[in-house]
């Protein structure tokens, strides 16, 4: 099965969502976005989003596209967001879409599973400098991505982790079993 992704703007519980699926015993790659601007934000020149988001777009595809692979050595292997999501965002910011992304943005399971922030989880941090406000607009800029490279968005309804779980494996059904 193609690498199933879970995405949504920030502020959703998407991380502890894929948690709750690895302890389900499922395959699950954590965000690679978020471990990069940890990173990139120790080094003197680091490439971060808010300042080169084409460099920082760059820096993803390169290391999604590595997770991509080795999701598919997995019967059923969940993301923490994907290669898409470089799309949305550059599409938010108003940039424009190089078909390179296009391209390595195919090849997953055809729904994606959406989490949409929640206020009341919702923190702002240093990997995540911008308001609740900002993150609908991510959201709302995945969605259109989305949409647009031909998948079937499905929003995850809020509730406990395990509810949201469980929704998304009802959903599969029955192409998965843990």
Not at 81 to 99: F, K, N, T, V, W
Not at 106 to 133: L, N, S, T
Request: glycine content about 8%; aromatic content about 10%.
């Amino acid at each position: 099965m193609n690498p199933i992704i879970i995405t949504g703007g920030p502020g959703a519980g998407k991380t502890s969502l894929i948690e709750t699926l690895a302890q389900k015993g499922y395959a699950t790659f954590e965000e690679v976005s978020r471990t990069l601007i940890e990173q990139q934000a120790q080094l003197e020149n680091g490439i971060l989003p808010w300042h080169d988001l084409p460099g920082f777009a760059q820096l993803c595809l390169q290391h999604m596209g590595e997770q991509k692979l080795q999701a598919y050595s997995h019967p059923v292997a969940f993301l923490d967001r994907a290669i898409p999501d470089i799309c949305g965002y550059l599409a938010q910011a108003e940039l424009p879409i190089e078909a390179r992304y296009r391209e390595a943005s195919q090849g997953y399971h055809p729904q994606v599973f959406f989490c949409r922030p929640h206020q009341a989880i919702y923190v702002q941090d240093e990997v995540r400098p911008y308001p609740y406000e900002g993150a609908i607009a991510i959201h709302q800029a995945l969605v259109a991505v989305y949409q647009q490279l031909g998948y079937q968005v499905v929003e995850v309804p809020w509730g406990t982790l395990e509810q949201r779980a469980c929704f998304i494996e009802s959903a599969l059904a029955p192409s998965i079993v843990a």
